[in-house]
C-alpha cells in the first residue's frame, strides 16, 4: 500500500512545483504575481522586474463606503539583461497605471491585500499583479 502512494507523492510535487517556475518566467501578455523583494525574468524577453514596495496606499477599505476608491502606488525596478536597474511608480487609481519601458508595456493590474479598517497590511504582505506585453 505504501509504494502504491510513491507515485502519487512524486505527481502531487511536480504538480505544485510548477506553479513557483511561472512565477519566476512569466510569459507575456498574461498577468502575474509579484511579493515583495521577488525579482522576475519575463519569458522570451530580456526583462526584469523586481517588486521594491508599496510607496503609498490609499486605497478604501472594502469595510467603508467611499466617495473615491483611493490609490496604491507600487515601486518596481525594471531592467534588461543581468541589471535590473530603473526605478518605475505604477498606481492602481491614478496614472500612470501603466508604463512604456524598451518597447515593453508594463501595466498594473491589481493590488492584495484589499485594505480593511480591522487589519494592518504589512509592508511584506503586499501581492501585486502586472501584465507585460511587447508594443
Known amino acids: 500500500m505504501k509504494l502504491a502512494m510513491l507515485p502519487l507523492l512524486f505527481l502531487l510535487a511536480v504538480t505544485l512545483a510548477q506553479p513557483a517556475s511561472r512565477v519566476n518566467h512569466p510569459a507575456l501578455s498574461q498577468n502575474f504575481d509579484l511579493k515583495v523583494g521577488q525579482t522576475v525574468s519575463v519569458q522570451d524577453t530580456p526583462l526584469k522586474i523586481s517588486f521594491q514596495s508599496v510607496a ?47 518597447g515593453y508595456d508594463i501595466k498594473l493590474v491589481g493590488v ?24
Open 56 to 102: 503609498e496606499d490609499s486605497r478604501c477599505p472594502e469595510d467603508v463606503t467611499c466617495v473615491w476608491a483611493g490609490n496604491a502606488k507600487v515601486v518596481l525596478k525594471v531592467g534588461k539583461g543581468r541589471r535590473v536597474s530603473t526605478t518605475i511608480n505604477l498606481n492602481s487609481g491614478l496614472n500612470p497605471k501603466h508604463l512604456i519601458y524598451q
Open 112 to 135: 492584495a491585500p484589499a485594505r480593511n479598517t480591522k487589519t494592518k497590511i504589512g509592508p511584506s504582505d503586499y501581492v501585486i499583479t502586472l501584465a507585460v506585453t511587447k508594443i
